[in-house]
C-alpha cells in the first residue's frame, strides 16, 4: 500500500501527452494549439474602408492644425464630385483626387489618392444618397487623415506568428487561425477514455434490480466525469466476473488512451480484474493506496511500439470509493495526456474553517463528503451525514470533500480543514 502523493507522483511519470493531431478548426475548440499558426498574408490584406461614406482626399479637408483650436475651419462644408461608387468586393481601378470622391462601403479597399473615410452621417443637405454623378456635400468636425481606413498589416503581417502553441483554442483564436490562412490546426485531442464496469451482480440502469442486482451507477458516473474533463467517453457496458468476458472487454478497452474498470480489484474470491489486466500485458504499478474510501485502487500501463501507452485504472466497484479515486488520480492523468500539467486537472483545493466536530480514521486519510461556503468571514465547511463508501446520496449533496488526515482524531468546531472543491470557488477564495 503506497500513499496517495506517491500514488499521484507514480501516475504523472508514467502519463505522456498524446501525440497531436491536424484537424478542422470547427473540430479543434477546447483544444490546445501545438504548433504555431504563421499568418500567409497581411491583415488587413489592403487598405480597407472600416465605414459607409465618402473616400476623400485629405487636400479638401482641413488640416489637423487648423481644428485643434476648434477654428471655424473645422465645420467647413466641403463640397465633392462622386467620381464612383465601391462596394465590398469591388476592386476596380478608381482613383479619388482633391474634389473628387468616391462612394464607398464598409469592407471596400480604399482607392488610390483616398487618405480618409467621412461617414454618410456627414452628408448634409439630403447629399447622403449622392451616388456617382452627382455632389455631395460634407462637414466633419472632427476629420483626420486616415480616419476610419484599416491600413494593410494593422492587425498583423504576413510571416507573422499570430498563435504560439500552447494556448487554449476558444472561438476567438479559430478566428484568428482563420484569418491567417489556416484551414486547420494541429491540436492536442480529447484523450478516449473506454469505461467497464464490471461485476456479475450489475445491471443497466433501465433494469429494476432483482434480488441480488445492482444497478450499474458507476458506467454513467464515470462517463459523465470523463465528459466533464473535456475528454471522450467510450463506455464499453457491463462484464461479469467471469474470465471470457472480461478478457474480450479488456481487449476492446485497450484500443483507448485510457482504460477505467470499476469493481473487481479488491481481495474477493472473484476479484479478477488485476488478474485479467496482467494476463493482457498490462503492467502494474501500484495497487492499494493508504486512503478512505479508495484504497484498493490499481493502476497500471499498456505500452506498445510507436503509440503513446494505454493507462489503466482499477476503480473500486463502490460508488464513492470510484469517484474519489477519479477525482485525486484520473483527472490529472487525463489532463497530462491532454497537454497540460498534471496539476491543471486537479480540482481547487481551500482551507476552511470546521462548522461541526468530525472524526478522522486511525490508519487512513479520508475524503469526507461536505458543504463548502463562502461566509463573509471566510470559508466554511460542514461534514455531511455520510454512510461509507457505497453512499452516493450522501455524496450527492455535497460541493466538496474535506481532506481528514490520517490519525487525526476527532476536529474541533473552527479547526482548519483543506476541502477539495467540486465548484470553482478560486474568485470568491482569494
Ligand atoms: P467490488 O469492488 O467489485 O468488490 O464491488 C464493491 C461494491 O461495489 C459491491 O457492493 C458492488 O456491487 C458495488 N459495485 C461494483 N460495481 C458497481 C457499479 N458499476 N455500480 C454500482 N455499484 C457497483
Ligand atoms: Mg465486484
Redesign the pocket.
Known sequence: MIEIAEAQRLIAETAVVLPPRRVRLEDAVGQQLRADIVADVDSPPWDRAMMDGFAVSAADFPAPSAQADDSTAAHEIVELDVAAERAAGDAAGLTVCPGRCVRIMTGAPVPPGADAIVPIERAIDGTAAAHAGSRVRLQDPRFRIGQHIARQGDSFRAGQTVLRAGVRLAAPQLGLAAEAGAGHVVCSVPPRVAII???S??VPVGVVPAYGQ??????PMLAAAVNECGAEALPLG?AGDKPEPLRAAIAQGLAADMLLL?????A?DY?LVPGALAAAGVECVFHKVRLKPGK?IWFGVFRRAAAAPTLVFGL????VS?LVCFELFVRPALAIQAGQSAAAGQRPVFPAQLLAAVKGNAKRPVYHPCTLTQEPAGLTAEPLPWGGS?DLLGLSRANGLMFLPAGCGELAVGETVTVLSFDSLSNQAE
Open positions: 464496469a464490471t461485476g451482480e450489475l445492482t444497478r450499474n451507477s458507476n458506467g457491463i470499476s469493481g473487481g480489484v479488491s474477493g476479484d484498493p473500486p466497484g463502490n460508488p470510484s457505497a
